[in-house]
């Protein structure tokens, strides 16, 4: 045995977590291979953020196990692995071995021994081949939104090395990655664990590196922006002039319910000082519709919160009652017919400002990421698009080259995408 084939599910910390394990075993002889037919060892690193994750992690278990013979693994890891491991033992008896969160040297371990190494002069696999790669700069949180189980799952916060992430970005750039972003659960209290030294700081020294790259940032905790973040990403050349700052809700008492800090009025602020001091920044947030005890009321002011501040980017969940969390107790849980239709509506009023917005952009020139080639068009992104989340630039001209820089002239605007042409 001498192959592994992994599949990373979640959120890109995960897709952090899978990276680094590949990297691990690789040192080991073990190789990647994006063929689980071809594979001796099968892994899954799971989701267990909301209802939905859980189910896809669940359904991609039960495909691969499809796959196990008997000189096959079927290894499982990952949040849905540390919140509910013996019921998926119990459940998915294929299920060979099963480890939670920060567990890669006990699964190298076990890999190592069910595994004869492979002597191999191949390039090995690679998990992702984007010109961009996600960062990760702390683990864990130790904030109380009542819906989220993630302390639970990964612990309290706590800051990775500046060192350590310094090292990392220096070998990603080497490597020919244009665009570090920069994740946590919260990326706003990196350094409140360590000794004068801070988020701002951080992004000033990964900015002085060498090399032609962006940097963006995810997941800012609105109550913790400061001015001198502001300014920070305001100055540096190599930010991205994009804050992405999850408010969830606008209603005091949804907040409250929540366990979230900051309210209507502190939000409208923080955003007019961010807009005067970044005229061009782009401002992504994420949204709670159906949180127990939302009434019509908190609703409808809350999209109209929406459509007075004219966010960049709006992305919507609809509430998802998770076990083990506090507001899993409350009372008055919204059905879901209700919470699909406040989905619907919220994400048609952000469409036609999508729209409103990116018809703003046509005529004009930015610099702009190749992501990939498809079908004779290039894909790619400009300063206010983050990947996978946002929406791309179409350009219909394969000359150019993936993970190069380019200059693009946007000339059609459509809900959330655009279309352009590259300029000299």
Not at 81 to 100: M, N, S, T, Y
Not at 195 to 211: H, N, P, Q, T, V
Not at 246 to 258: G, N, R, V
Not at 356 to 371: H, P, Q
């Amino acid at each position: 045995m001498g192959k592994v084939s992994l599949l990373s599910l979640g959120c890109p910390k995960n897709l952090v977590d899978s990276e680094k394990l590949l990297n691990k075993l690789e040192k080991k002889g073990i190789f990647y291979s994006s063929n689980p037919d071809e594979s001796d060892i099968l892994i899954i690193n799971t989701c267990g953020f909301i209802e939905s994750a859980k189910k896809e992690s669940i359904e991609e278990i039960l495909k691969l196990s499809k796959l196990k013979g008997k000189n096959k693994k079927l290894l499982v890891f990952g949040c849905l692995a540390k919140r509910h491991g013996e019921d998926l033992k119990r459940e998915i008896p294929e299920i060979d071995a099963l480890w939670g969160v920060g567990d890669d040297d006990k699964i190298v371990d076990y890999c190592s021994k069910i595994s004869t190494k492979s002597i191999t002069t191949e390039t090995a696999e690679k998990l992702t081949e984007t010109p961009y790669a996600y960062l990760k700069i702390a683990e864990g949180c130790d904030k109380k939104c009542s819906y989220c189980v993630i302390p639970q799952i990964r612990g309290g916060f706590h800051s990775i090395p500046s060192e350590v992430i310094l090292e990392e970005a220096k070998g990603l750039i080497q490597s020919g990655k244009k665009e570090l972003i920069l994740i946590a659960q919260d990326i706003t209290e990196y350094g409140t664990d360590l000794k004068d030294y801070d988020l701002s700081r951080l992004i000033r020294d990964i900015a002085s590196l060498e090399g032609d790259f962006w940097i963006r940032l995810l997941y800012l905790y609105p109550t913790s922006i400061t001015d001198e973040l502001i300014e920070t990403i305001a100055t540096e050349d190599k930010v991205c002039n994009y804050i992405d700052m999850p408010l969830q809700h606008s209603e005091k008492q949804m907040l409250e319910l929540m366990g979230r800090g900051g309210s209507r009025s502190y939000f409208e602020k923080l955003i007019a000082k961010i807009r005067h001091i970044i005229p061009d920044v782009n401002i992504r947030t994420t949204l709670i519709v159906g949180f127990p005890q939302e009434t019509d009321t908190e609703f409808n002011a809350m999209v109209k919160f929406a459509q007075r501040i004219k966010f960049d980017r709006l992305g919507v969940f609809t509430y998802s009652k998770e076990d083990g969390s506090t507001a899993c107790k409350l009372k008055g849980q919204v059905s879901k017919k209700i919470k699909a239709e406040r989905f619907n509506k919220i994400m048609t009023v952000q469409s036609e400002i999508s729209l409103e917005k990116n018809k703003r952009l046509v005529g004009k020139s930015f610099k702009a990421l190749i992501d990939d080639i498809e079908d004779n068009i290039a894909v790619a992104r400009i300063y206010s698009q983050a990947p996978e989340i946002d929406g791309v630039v179409l350009i219909h001209d394969s000359s150019v080259e993936k993970g190069c820089f380019v200059n693009v002239k946007i000339e059609e605007a459509y809900d959330y995408d655009l279309k352009g042409s590259i300029v000299t």
